[in-house]
């Protein structure tokens, strides 16, 4: 009847009719990130804005890649004489150790697709490389950089290039069109954070001698 009252909504239709403040601000920001990280990827391809520089792009993503830092950590530490020296490159294959296993983890687990406009022509990728979130380059240069700066004695002008490597790193991800601004800024975040549980799970000849016993 016409005085009846109207049959409440079911619930998930309420949801999508008022959807919440935070899904509204997510939603635009989801939005925002994935339009400024195209109009960003001036490398992506041959035929973008500054295609010109992806070759040198890709040199940097390759400084950034785990197969040479682990390679690179693992021969010093082979090659070196001192046991402060072992120390610092056993924790440093640790921390790359621990880097990868981590991104790898979060990839699995939110599986974002790489950016549309992005080319599968990475160097030595594994399964989860088809996700983008986070940025593996990205964590590894922020996990890097504060491990050397803090373990490596340098002289200023060195130490300002090792930011300047991280940054680098970091923004050629969204020029080449491998990632999003939120993968690479996540990525940056956890890398940050995966030092510290470096440092605070330090390995040295007391805390963990066994692994000093090869050495």
């Not at 920001?29 to 890709?58: F, H, N, Y």
Request: proline share 5%; charged share 15%; hydrophobic share 55%.
């Amino acid at each position: 009847s016409s005085g009846a009252a109207a049959a409440p909504l079911p619930e998930e239709d309420c949801m999508k009719l008022n959807p919440s403040f935070v899904g509204i601000a997510l939603s635009s920001l989801l939005a925002i990130d994935l339009w400024a990280s195209k109009r960003l990827g001036v490398c992506a391809g041959e035929g973008s804005a500054w295609g010109s520089a992806r070759p040198l792009m890709k040199v940097i993503e390759v400084s950034g890649h785990g197969i040479p830092w682990l390679l690179g950590t693992f021969y010093g530490l082979c090659q070196s004489d001192s046991s402060a020296a072992r120390e610092v490159l056993l924790n440093l294959l640790f921390a790359l150790l621990l880097d990868l296993v981590m991104v790898a983890v979060v990839k699995g687990l939110v599986k974002r697709p790489r950016p549309t406009h992005n080319k599968m022509d990475m160097f030595v990728t594994i399964s989860v490389d088809k996700y983008s979130f986070p940025s593996g380059h990205a964590t590894r240069a922020a996990l890097v950089c504060r491990f050397v700066l803090r373990h490596l004695v340098l002289a200023v002008p060195l130490r300002v290039l090792v930011v300047l490597w991280a940054l680098i790193v970091s923004i050629s991800r969204v020029m080449l069109g491998r990632h999003n601004m939120t993968d690479v800024l996540f990525g940056l975040l956890l890398g940050y954070a995966l030092y510290g549980v470096v440092e605070h799970c330090w390995l040295s000849p007391v805390t963990a001698p066994a692994l000093f016993a090869l050495w």
